[in-house]
């Protein structure tokens, strides 16, 4: 079956506004909860953004970020799993 953009859910997303590193929960056409790490979504100089690109390679302030919420991250993917 080819990719449907339309089953994809976005169930809560973060961004890292230093680094443009966005962390996601999402899930495919209502199956299981998974976390996203990337695109990452940096602004030019006039204040837009430029399109999403790979996050690649992870730096200090992505890790302090993904640190610093990750505690929600786990709440929020534990209220998605089933007992088991």
């Given amino acids: 079956m080819p990719y449907d953009a339309n089953k994809d859910e976005v169930i809560k997303q973060w961004r890292c506004d230093e680094t443009g590193l966005l ?6 056409d209502g199956g299981e909860a998974k976390v996203q790490i990337g695109p990452r ?8 953004e430029r399109a999403p690109a790979k996050a690649g390679r992870l730096t200090i302030e992505d890790l302090m970020f993904l640190y610093d919420i990750i505690d929600e991250i786990k709440e929020e993917m534990t209220k998605r799993v089933g007992p088991g």
């Fill in 41 to 48: 979504i940096l602004r030019k100089k006039d204040g837009s």
């Fill in 23 to 28: 962390i996601s929960i999402q899930r495919y």
